[in-house]
Nanobody, 116 residues
Framework: QVQLVESGGGLVQPGGSLRLSCAAS????????MRWYRQASGKERELVAS????????NIADSVQGRFTISRDNAKKTVYLQMNSLKPEDTAVYYC?????????WGQGTQVTVSS
């Protein structure tokens, strides 16, 4: 059974940092391209960052470029999203996504709230 479990969300002040983790199980993690999406209240889900199977190529959305970094540890079957210099507009539910053998899998999401 494929599972993606996000953690690390919470309440943070503007300018602060959080690191999200997504622990994967039930499939060969090292063969899956991984992504982070987010969805703010009343808005469409948007792609935040993506990373290839080996971590050799990453892409970051323009809206978070220079502030967010995606990485992965295939030995730990975990993908990370390091978020720095957080802004109130980064408030959203953040979702982990796996593209594995042309099948798509989603995590349950973790809430990130940036507020003073």
């Amino acid at each position: 059974q494929v599972q993606l479990v996000e953690s690390g969300g919470g309440l943070v002040q503007p300018g602060g940092s959080l690191r999200l983790s997504c622990a994967a199980s039930g499939f060969t993690f090292s063969n899956a391209a991984m992504r982070w999406y987010r969805q703010a209240s009343g808005k469409e889900r948007e792609l935040v960052a993506s990373i290839t199977t080996t971590g050799g190529i990453t892409n970051i959305a323009d809206s978070v470029q220079g502030r967010f970094t995606i990485s992965r540890d295939n030995a730990k079957k975990t993908v990370y999203l390091q978020m720095n210099s957080l802004k109130p507009e980064d408030t959203a539910v953040y979702y982990c996504f796996a593209d594995y053998l042309s099948m798509n899998y989603w995590g349950q999401g973790t809430q990130v709230t940036v507020s003073s």
